[in-house]
């Protein structure tokens, strides 16, 4: 994957690179031409424009004598416009790198506040049942114990609750913003609730 995107980076280089130097070429280095020409003619004292030198000029530079010019003026918009393209190209990695470090900020705010609402269900339900273990052992009556049974079977619902909750979430998206990782625990929550709500009638 990162090879592939080398390679993609790499050309897109290498398209900049040309089209600047093929900018340099047709653009630049006429224009600098057209320029000198009229220059040179300004210096003489020449008022009046003479096009045919001009356009003259400009086509010069498929001369084989302008050769060394091309070269320099295609080779300096190549690196001109490589420059640029490097350039485009770090301050979208680091946007990206940017947004990156968001989403995951974002999924372990989710992550914690996920551990944060199952931990309180299942702290909870186990505390109530070891509280009501050792209730028993301390007493012999039978009201006493079908009692705390009781108590025990209902925090159990509790535990059935949050694991089922924990099967139906399959996935747990990055969120972009802390305040939908918030949204998601609400879900999450609402869904424990709703389970055993459910258990609670059907014990009832």
Same mark, same amino acid.
Request: proline share 1%; hydrophobic share 45%.
């Given at each position: 994957?990162? &090879?592939?995107?080398?390679?993609?980076?790499?050309?897109?280089?290498?398209? !900049? !690179?040309?089209? +600047?130097?093929?900018? +340099?070429?047709?653009?630049?280095?006429? *224009?600098?031409?057209?320029?000198?020409?009229?220059?040179?003619?300004?210096?003489?004292?020449?008022?009046?424009?003479?096009?045919g030198h001009v356009m003259q000029s400009a086509g010069s530079i498929f001369e084989p004598f302008m %050769?060394?010019?091309?070269?320099? !003026? &295609?080779?300096?918009?190549? %690196?001109?416009?490589?420059?640029?393209?490097?350039? *485009?190209?770090?301050?979208?990695?680091?946007?990206?790198?940017?947004?990156?470090?968001?989403?995951?900020?974002?999924?372990?705010?989710?992550?914690?506040?996920?551990?944060?609402? %199952? &931990?309180? *269900?299942?702290?909870?339900?186990?505390?109530?049942?070891?509280?009501?273990?050792?209730?028993?052992?301390?007493?012999?009556?039978?009201?006493?114990?079908?009692?705390?049974?009781?108590?025990?079977?209902?925090?159990?619902?509790?535990?059935?609750?949050?694991?089922?909750?924990?099967?139906?979430?399959?996935?747990?998206?990055?969120?972009? *913003?802390?305040?939908?990782?918030?949204?998601?625990?609400?879900?999450?929550?609402?869904?424990?609730?709703?389970?055993?709500?459910?258990?609670?009638a059907i014990v009832g």
């Open positions: 994957m990162k &090879s592939d995107t080398m390679r993609a980076r790499c050309a897109i280089m290498a398209v !900049f !690179f040309a089209l +600047g130097a093929l900018t +340099g070429h047709l653009i630049v280095h006429p *224009y600098a031409m057209v320029s000198y020409s009229l220059m040179d003619m300004m210096r003489h004292g020449s008022m009046t424009m003479d096009m %050769l060394p010019m091309t070269i320099a !003026f &295609s080779l300096l918009c190549g %690196l001109i416009a490589l420059l640029m393209a490097m350039l *485009y190209d770090k301050k979208r990695r680091l946007h990206d790198g940017a947004l990156e470090n968001e989403r995951k900020k974002a999924s372990l705010e989710t992550l914690h506040r996920l551990m944060v609402t %199952l &931990s309180h *269900y299942l702290l909870n339900a186990n505390t109530v049942i070891g509280g009501m273990i050792r209730h028993c052992r301390k007493h012999d009556s039978k009201e006493e114990v079908v009692s705390s049974l009781a108590v025990m079977e209902e925090q159990a619902h509790k535990i059935d609750a949050v694991i089922a909750a924990l099967r139906k979430v399959t996935e747990i998206r990055t969120a972009d *913003y802390t305040s939908e990782g918030h949204g998601l625990m609400i879900d999450v929550e609402k869904e424990i609730l709703e389970l055993m709500k459910e258990k609670n």
